[in-house]
């Protein structure tokens, strides 16, 4: 009778463990991630080779902890929202909290922090030594962002009152166009600015070091393809994942050490 009882026993726990090491209902089919364009080091698309970066790979390693895999699709930066919310993709990454997406996404626990500074010609003195963000529009001066980027609650009041912003899809061509006197400014996450102006050798552009806003980072969830219970799964595994250190490790490859500074 007792072996009898042991064997139930070891039953009830090999069928709990199977059944926690079983992939979420929503990993029948690989889910979908859908991105833009590069945003290095968080996105790196390639023609030819699979997408990466900091971010497309800490997901990766997050959805295989559950046995998920991945898709990537590529679509224009305005629509991804969009196509978010009426159930054409499942997945998008590097989002900041608003009251808009917390209705209409689930979001991750967060996974990093984000802050964004602008970058400028060295040799505009007027925007060195400026002190706040004011004195930059009181200046009139010409401001690349990125149309869906959010930068924080200034500079989104400052989106409908002041016709200066210029909207370019990604930070190679704002800084381009930066250098060709086009824009004064390009704004964007202080670390994407660093690794870009290193990676296309802009010597005469630098980060001014006025913080314009911070905010926490989230992998956000299309409502209609996934449910709580996966989210919290998802939660259980990101943090599994983060304290193995391995957003530290991909950030070692990705990032040069002249811009880990940008992570204190």
Request: hydrophobic share 40%; charged share 25%; aromatic share 10%.
């Amino acid at each position: 009778m007792q072996r009898a009882w042991w064997s139930l026993l070891l039953l009830v726990v090999s069928c709990q463990c199977f059944s926690a090491q079983t992939p979420p209902v929503e990993c029948k089919t690989p889910l979908s991630l859908s991105i833009t364009n590069d945003w290095y080091p968080y996105v790196k698309f390639s023609k030819f080779d699979s997408t990466t970066g900091v971010d497309v790979e800490l997901l990766k390693k997050v959805l295989e902890q559950m046995g998920c895999e991945l898709t990537v699709i590529r679509f224009p930066e305005r629509r991804t929202l969009f196509e978010l919310t009426i159930g054409n993709f499942d997945i998008g990454l590097g989002a900041s909290k608003t009251p808009e997406r917390e209705r209409d996404f689930y979001f991750s626990k967060t996974y990093r922090l984000e802050r964004n500074r602008f970058a400028y010609r060295q040799n505009d003195h007027s925007v060195k030594q400026s002190k706040s963000f004011k004195s930059i529009i009181k200046q009139r001066k010409l401001i690349g962002v990125n149309l869906a980027g959010w930068y924080g609650d200034e500079l989104e009041r400052a989106k409908q009152a002041y016709n200066g912003f210029v909207f370019s899809e990604t930070t190679i061509k704002r800084l381009e166009m930066l250098v060709k006197n086009r824009v004064d400014i390009v704004i964007d996450d202080d670390v994407v600015l660093c690794s870009e102006i290193s990676r296309q050798n802009h010597p005469q552009v630098v980060i001014h070091p006025l913080l314009l806003s911070q905010a926490s980072i989230h992998f956000i969830f299309n409502k209609q393809s996934v449910s709580p219970t996966f989210m919290a799964r998802f939660d259980t595994a990101l943090t599994k994942v983060l304290a193995n250190g391995e957003l530290e490790v991909l950030f070692s490859h990705y990032i040069s050490p002249s811009c880990a500074e940008h992570l204190i």
